[in-house]
């Protein structure tokens, strides 16, 4: 079974600090994606990647970048986290083939104060 | 992109059956139609995927009309714990980029 890995479920942080939120998984997937989830917003794709050092922006990419520098691995960072970025962060990963679901991990709360 | 839309909300009782249908008119040659489950606190979970006629698996059946530009989720004899948010989504990644888009979601709330 797909395992997705987000390494903090809750994460807490101040205002302008560099965030990073690390997400793993363990079935050699090609995709892998970043999402943010807030109340009546639904889920919404920040970043996405096809491959190892590879990054495509998705619908709000600003204040976020992302690295993939191993098939496995996808990072978020926020590089000066605002309040407006309170959020669940959810990482999912996808084999390249068009009809692949996505595996989502269970995600991370992260709260900027 | 495929846009959808969905019910915001459903309530229905433990025992019955419930339809959630999707309308996607844009819907491209390529695309397919995936239907995910969450519960709070969690991560959508994958339920069942189709492209034309219908899918069933041990959780859920897919209808999808000839002209495909809806589709319904059936769960069969729903119980409390299918209480979540459903969403469908559209699309192909390989042709998109890999770009996926989820909708707003549907509420389902089974009552007793």
């Known amino acids: 079974d797909v395992k997705v890995t987000q390494s903090s479920r809750y994460l807490v942080k101040r205002t302008g600090e560099k965030v990073f939120l690390e997400c793993v998984q363990d079935m050699d997937h090609e995709n892998m994606f970043w999402y943010r989830q807030d109340p009546g917003l639904g889920l919404r794709l920040i970043y996405f990647s096809y491959d190892v050092k590879m990054k495509e922006k998705g619908d709000i990419p600003e204040g976020y970048s992302v690295s993939r520098e191993k098939k496995e691995r996808f990072s978020l960072i926020l590089e000066s986290a605002s309040t407006n970025q309170t959020s669940m962060y959810l990482c999912?990963?996808?084999?390249?083939?068009?009809?692949?679901?996505?595996?989502f991990g269970n995600g991370t709360r992260l709260t900027v104060t | 992109l495929a846009k959808t839309t969905q019910p915001i909300s459903m309530d229905s009782y433990e025992g019955q059956e419930v339809n959630i249908t999707c309308s996607h008119n844009n819907i491209a040659t390529n695309d397919y139609i995936t239907w995910y489950q969450q519960f709070p606190s969690q991560g959508p979970r994958f339920i069942i995927q189709g492209y034309k006629t219908k899918v069933t698996n041990e959780v859920a059946s897919l209808f999808i009309p000839a002209d495909r530009k809806s589709s319904t989720l059936s769960l069969p004899r729903v119980s409390l714990s299918d209480t979540a948010v459903y969403y469908c989504l559209v699309g192909d990644g390989v042709n998109q980029g890999g770009k996926l888009i989820f909708g707003q979601g549907t509420e389902l709330s089974v009552k007793p």
């Open positions: 999912a990963s996808s084999l390249w083939r068009g009809n692949s679901p996505l595996h």
